[in-house]
């Protein structure tokens, strides 16, 4: 049951850094150009990082969006759904109403983990500091590569975990949207269920109404008779007198 709660979203997962190092650890000796491969190496990893962040705000978006749709439509159905209940059985009632409640529950809850990602204050991405600059103006060349690169590094290791957490809500919005999903053509199953039995349960009723007005109709011929037959038997007897 936790693994369930969790995987829609509904229990707090912690995130760590997904590297054990200290970007201080780095204090370069060697010359300028090897410590400028090192950061186009490490600039590569952050734009791959850049790209997996737009990736997962891009499809939350879209999830939400069409979720949002889904949810009208399937607001648009309930006066629908009510009108068709009359005369429903009990049990049928409560089923689909339990049903719709789930299903409307659910695509909230897809909505509400989607929309985590752009809560901004949530997320505590890094960056490089244009102090640096004014820092490191009376520095060298080599000097000043150094210190970017351990803001890259501090950089990446930060802004890996906050995607991480980002990329974690989008999982757990689409693991709610497919529960939705199944949810919903359950409700249609049980929607078209409940028709057939209602329509069934019309022509038992019908035909039944049908059977007790032919019995009260043959009743009321037989009354009609004995009471015909009993005044012409009185007329007969008067008559013989």
Known sequence: MKKFLT????????????YSYNHKEYQSKQEKEIIKSHRDFLRNLEADENTRLSAIESKSSLLAAQTGIIFSLLGLSIPLL?????GQLFVLKIILVTTLLLAIL?????IRNALKNFKIHNFQYSKPSPKNVLKLQAKSEADFYVEEVQDILYGLNQNTK???RKGTNLIHAYNAFRIANI???LLVVEFCVA??????LKKEGAIETN???KLDSVLHRDTSTKKTDT???KDSSFMRR
Request: glycine share 4%.
């Open 7 to 18: 995987s829609i979203g509904l229990r707090k997962i912690i995130h760590y850094l997904p």
């Open 231 to 233: 005044i012409y038997l």
């Open 195 to 200: 028709l057939l039995c209602g329509n069934f």
């Open 106 to 110: 659910t695509y909230l809850l897809t």
């Open 162 to 164: 906050e995607t991480n």
């Open 183 to 185: 949810i919903t053509a």
């Open 211 to 213: 059977k007790i007005q």
């Open 82 to 86: 009510v009108d068709k209940m009359n």
